[in-house]
């Protein structure tokens, strides 16, 4: 078995936390940690997805109806994406950005992303 590269475990990390507070019933407090799930795992269509259906479910337990639609679309576009190979890098799938919109990386993901690269 492959070991698992710094990137995905910091993704698992984010997603795992996210879940925790989902549990805790602070669905609010999991959308930052979401949105760097996000970024670090948009470059797979599975890890992608999943963090997509997460923030549709926070959307549907904080009864956010533009986030919700958002989620939505973006279900819909992840797979066209993925296949044409158009991902806005930096991108935090939420509904307050555009998803065709690239954004800054925060230095601490930057590092992750980079050094997979290499």
Do not use: K
């Not at 805790?24 to 997805?49: C, F, K």
């Not at 989620?71 to 190979?85: E, K, V, Y």
């Not at 509904?95 to 800054?104: D, G, K, L, T, W």
Request: with cysteine.
């Amino acid at each position: 078995m492959r070991p698992m590269s710094p990137r995905a475990v910091a993704y698992d990390a984010a997603l795992s936390e996210a879940q925790r507070l989902m549990a805790a019933s602070n669905p609010a407090a999991a959308i930052t940690l979401l949105e760097r799930a996000h970024v670090l795992g948009q470059r797979e269509i599975g890890p992608h997805l999943r963090v997509h259906l997460l923030m549709l479910r926070v959307a549907w337990v904080l009864r956010d109806g533009r986030e919700l639609r958002g989620q939505l679309l973006r279900l819909a576009l992840t797979p066209i994406g993925h296949l044409s190979g158009r991902l806005p890098l930096g991108n935090t799938g939420a509904s307050n950005v555009s998803p065709f919109e690239p954004m800054a990386l925060p230095p601490d993901l930057e590092r992750l992303l980079c050094d997979e690269e290499r």
